[in-house]
């Protein structure tokens, strides 16, 4: 399951690399606000507010808050438990948009996440997915 979702932030992230524009301020804080409401849901372990702001297409993958939440417990400790979270760089093209953020997780190992958004049909923005490196490692 874990490799469907980094499929799917990879295919998402390639297509952004590939010609990125400038994200535009109003959608990046936006996005911004999207994943912050996330973090937040996680530090409170509440599955259900941190699930709603994912993108129809992780939901088919974990079709449920629960199994969700167990998927980020396992696989994204970082991004689950930190001890910051900054935002970095932003791009954008089209309806999407792949944000950056810097964590020092709760060991105070550096990691970068890239994490991918879609614009919804009803304005908002949906997490598609999220990539995470230790700082410094190879992609």
Not at 11 to 29: E, M, N, Q
Not at 51 to 75: L, R, T
Request: hydrophobic share 45%; charged share 20%.
């Amino acid at each position: 399951m874990r490799i469907a979702a980094l499929l799917v932030a990879l295919t998402v992230a390639l297509g952004i690399a590939l010609g990125p524009v400038a994200a535009r301020a109003g959608d990046v804080s936006a996005a911004q606000g999207v994943i912050q409401a996330q973090e937040r849901a996680f530090a409170r372990d509440d599955a259900a507010a941190a699930y709603s702001h994912a993108a129809p297409a992780i939901k088919e993958i974990f079709p449920a808050p629960d199994i969700f939440m167990s998927m980020v417990q396992n696989g994204y400790a970082p991004v689950y438990r930190h001890k910051s979270f900054e935002f970095g760089e932003s791009k954008s093209e089209g309806s999407w948009i792949a944000q950056r953020v810097h964590i020092i997780d709760a060991n105070g190992e550096a990691w970068e996440a890239l994490y991918t958004l879609e614009q919804q049909p009803d304005g908002s923005y949906k997490i598609t997915g999220c990539s995470l490196l230790k700082a410094g490692q190879a992609v």
